[in-house]
């Protein structure tokens, strides 16, 4: 068989071009493409989006704005940063620079009032407003608030930068004033923040005075003079409690000697009770400041009729305490701090004889820190 030598010349040298194109790579070109794998986590509250290279690779999704899944992102072109920025707008918040000898990029994102941070702290806040309602803010944005005037347990997680202070304060919801203020950084990490509100005072301590008798039992107490379920109105004035002992089987009411009659004040006050004999309890009136009038009238549901309420002199009524899912009438040796409420209770053939006896005790050792 005869080779044409025409054509095997021509093959050849289609050969020898074929071989030169491929040393000088111009059939594949190695360094066109340099993929990376990018994921994104953690939390913000406005939609944000991630770019690279002037291109919008992906954003946050839903009301949620949840992070989207790994990105791949080729690199080989463009300054190796990907910028995040608030979804539609051109202002960059934040870039990261992407290593091209990693190909596994994992980035936290804690945004937080139009920034960025390196990461969070947690912060507890452990509060009882005694029935006022507070709001929490970290640098002027609100974070947490009391409701109904109830206490508050809660975890902040507040973004930081290293070395960063941020400023948490309160107010008293519907006021201006900051009544508290508290510089917060990375050493607070899991500190817990707890206080009492006393007026328009923040109380992180209290001193209390030591026991007389070891087996006795001290008050220290903000009294709600107000009724909360009945018709009983309170014609308001300074008054007193006035504390009596019940027998709890014959009902036999003692009038303590000497009288343990303590002033009520708009701030907490203490009152110290001798220990309790067997089978009797502690019960209290609230009366007229250096009386034994009752400073409350009654008003019928039905009819415009209204009643004097009566001098209790301890005949209903008991001071307890619930305290470690049982309920106490008395715990000696201990100092408890605590808000009284009040109760009526209606007597006599036609329930017209009305009476203010002790409520609910709330207590609320936990939120601050006793002192001598």
Same mark, same amino acid.
């Given at each position: 068989?005869?080779?044409?030598?025409?054509?095997?010349?021509?093959?050849? +040298?289609?050969?020898?071009?074929?071989?030169?194109?491929?040393?000088? +790579?111009?059939?594949?070109?190695?360094?066109?493409?340099?993929?990376?794998?990018?994921? @994104?986590?953690?939390?913000?509250?406005?939609?944000?989006?991630?770019?690279?290279?002037?291109?919008?690779?992906?954003?946050?999704?839903?009301?949620?704005?949840?992070?989207?899944?790994?990105?791949?992102?080729?690199?080989?072109? +463009?300054?190796?940063?990907?910028?995040?920025?608030?979804?539609?707008?051109?202002?960059?918040?934040?870039?990261?620079?992407?290593?091209?000898?990693? @190909?596994?990029?994992?980035?936290?994102?804690?945004?937080?009032?139009?920034?960025?941070?390196?990461?969070?702290?947690?912060?507890?806040?452990?509060?009882?407003?005694?029935?006022?309602?507070?709001?929490? @803010?970290?640098?002027?944005?609100?974070?947490?608030?009391?409701?109904?005037?109830?206490?508050?347990?809660?975890?902040?997680?507040?973004?930081?930068?290293?070395?960063?202070?941020?400023?948490?304060?309160?107010?008293?919801?519907?006021?201006?004033?900051?009544?508290?203020?508290?510089?917060?950084?990375?050493?607070?990490?899991?500190?817990?923040?707890?206080?009492?509100?006393?007026?328009?005072?923040?109380?992180?301590?209290?001193?209390?005075?030591?026991?007389?008798?070891?087996?006795?039992?001290?008050?220290?107490?903000?009294?709600?003079?107000?009724?909360?379920?009945?018709?009983?109105?309170?014609?308001?004035?300074?008054?007193?409690?006035?504390?009596?002992?019940?027998?709890?089987?014959?009902?036999?009411?003692?009038?303590?000697?000497?009288?343990?009659?303590?002033?009520?004040?708009?701030?907490?006050?203490?009152?110290?009770?001798?220990?309790?004999?067997?089978?009797?309890?502690?019960?209290?009136?609230?009366?007229?400041?250096?009386?034994?009038?009752?400073?409350?009238?009654?008003?019928?549901?039905?009819?415009?009729?209204?009643?004097?309420?009566?001098?209790?002199? +301890?005949?209903?009524?008991?001071?307890?305490?619930?305290?470690?899912?049982?309920?106490?009438?008395?715990?000696?040796?201990?100092?408890?701090?605590?808000?009284?409420?009040?109760?009526?209770?209606?007597?006599?053939?036609?329930?017209?004889?009305? @009476?203010?006896?002790?409520?609910?005790?709330?207590?609320?050792?936990?939120?601050?820190?006793?002192?001598?």
């Amino acid at each position: 068989m005869k080779i044409n030598h025409k054509v095997f010349i021509s093959l050849l +040298g289609f050969f020898f071009i074929f071989l030169q194109a491929c040393q000088k +790579g111009e059939l594949y070109d190695k360094v066109s493409t340099k993929i990376v794998e990018v994921t @994104f986590s953690g939390s913000t509250s406005v939609a944000l989006e991630f770019v690279y290279n002037n291109v919008v690779l992906d954003s946050t999704k839903g009301a949620s704005h949840s992070f989207p899944k790994s990105m791949k992102v080729n690199i080989a072109q +463009g300054n190796q940063k990907i910028q995040v920025r608030e979804k539609g707008k051109t202002t960059v918040l934040r870039s990261y620079q992407i290593d091209p000898a990693i @190909f596994n990029h994992q980035i936290g994102i804690l945004y937080d009032n139009g920034k960025i941070y390196d990461k969070s702290i947690f912060y507890n806040l452990y509060v009882n407003p005694i029935g006022r309602d507070i709001e929490f @803010f970290i640098d002027g944005k609100i974070v947490a608030q009391t409701l109904a005037g109830g206490q508050l347990t809660r975890k902040l997680e507040i973004p930081l930068d290293k070395d960063q202070k941020r400023e948490l304060s309160v107010k008293i919801k519907g006021k201006k004033e900051v009544i508290f203020t508290k510089t917060l950084m990375d050493a607070d990490s899991n500190k817990t923040l707890k206080f009492l509100l006393d007026g328009e005072k923040v109380l992180e301590n209290l001193t209390l005075p030591a026991l007389k008798n070891s087996k006795g039992m001290s008050l220290t107490f903000k009294l709600n003079t107000v009724v909360e379920f009945g018709q009983s109105t309170f014609l308001g004035g300074d008054v007193d409690l006035l504390f009596y002992m019940r027998d709890q089987i014959t009902e036999e009411v003692t009038s303590l000697k000497p009288e343990i009659r303590v002033p009520v004040l708009t701030s907490f006050v203490s009152v110290e009770l001798p220990p309790l004999p067997e089978g009797k309890i502690y019960t209290y009136d609230v009366v007229r400041r250096g009386t034994t009038l009752v400073p409350y009238t009654y008003k019928k549901f039905v009819s415009d009729e209204i009643f004097p309420v009566l001098p209790n002199k +301890g005949r209903y009524g008991r001071l307890g305490f619930f305290k470690d899912l049982t309920d106490h009438i008395f715990l000696p040796g201990e100092r408890i701090i605590c808000r009284l409420s009040v109760a009526e209770e209606q007597w006599g053939d036609n329930y017209d004889e009305i @009476f203010i006896v002790p409520g609910s005790v709330a207590l609320l050792n936990d939120f601050v820190t006793i002192s001598n």
